[in-house]
């Protein structure tokens, strides 16, 4: 699949307004600015078929760059599910360009096979760890929790739904460097920074939009007397 076969991101915009990801008003975003348009990737994630076709499309980008993830790392809640689907992207991806070909089904065959190989039998079949990371209570930072260890030199594609400043997916950038881990890129379906959100590491989306934003004390729609509603994951 290229990108002369298929155009990514009309694809992914098409993919978004089909199940009412892409919605249209007056948002509060994350970072607080105030937008006439909101994604809502979740809309879309709640379905894996669509996931997983847009982590494909992901991954096949990250490849063509030349970058070589292990795992998959995300900032909890915005990367909830789409790093499970980026992390089986890649491993379907690996197997399928292995010479140690692996079946990825989940049959339970297949997984008391996966248990019984030795350390070296079972890293020449990949197995991919997709991880969110956790929001510190009162630090601004993430932490990796819940038993989960990277190690020391480990390649990291570092994914979210929606990069609006980019400040989540920068802070586990930072995060994992100080705990010895390699983040080689940023991932997102959707890039509404209009090119403002910038990385230490390569940064690959799907859809680039330059969509408008405004302070709250100089936002147009409040002027207009629009009530400005946040949509996320929190109701207040």
Avoid at 78 to 99: F, M, N, P, T
Avoid at 125 to 151: N, S, W
């Amino acid at each position: 699949m290229t990108e002369t076969s298929i155009n990514t991101a009309d694809i992914t915009g098409k993919t978004l307004k089909s199940v009412e990801a892409w919605q249209t008003g007056h948002f509060i975003l994350t970072s607080g600015k105030h937008s006439s348009e909101y994604m809502q990737c979740q809309k879309v994630m709640q379905y894996p078929r669509l996931g997983n076709l847009l982590a494909d499309l992901l991954i096949e980008k990250v490849l063509d760059a030349g970058l070589k993830p292990e795992t998959v790392v995300g900032p909890a809640l915005g990367a909830i599910h789409w790093e499970l689907y980026v992390a089986q992207a890649l491993e379907r991806k690996l197997c399928k360009d292995s010479k140690n070909a692996c079946d990825t089904t989940g049959s339970a065959e297949q997984l008391e096979h996966l248990a019984g190989l030795s350390a070296q039998a079972r890293a020449e079949k990949p197995l991919v760890k997709a991880v969110f990371a956790e929001k510190i209570p009162e630090d601004p930072g993430f932490a990796i929790r819940r038993g989960i260890e990277l190690k020391p030199g480990e390649k990291i594609l570092v994914v979210e739904d929606v990069t609006t400043t980019g400040g989540s997916a920068r802070k586990v950038v930072e995060m994992l460097k100080t705990i010895g881990c390699d983040p080689v890129a940023v991932g997102a379906v959707v890039d509404r920074s209009g090119g403002k959100a910038s990385f230490d590491v390569p940064f690959i989306n799907l859809l680039a939009l330059n969509l408008e934003t405004y302070e709250p004390d100089s936002c147009p729609l409040c002027e207009q007397g629009s009530a400005a509603i946040k949509p996320g994951s929190t109701i207040k």
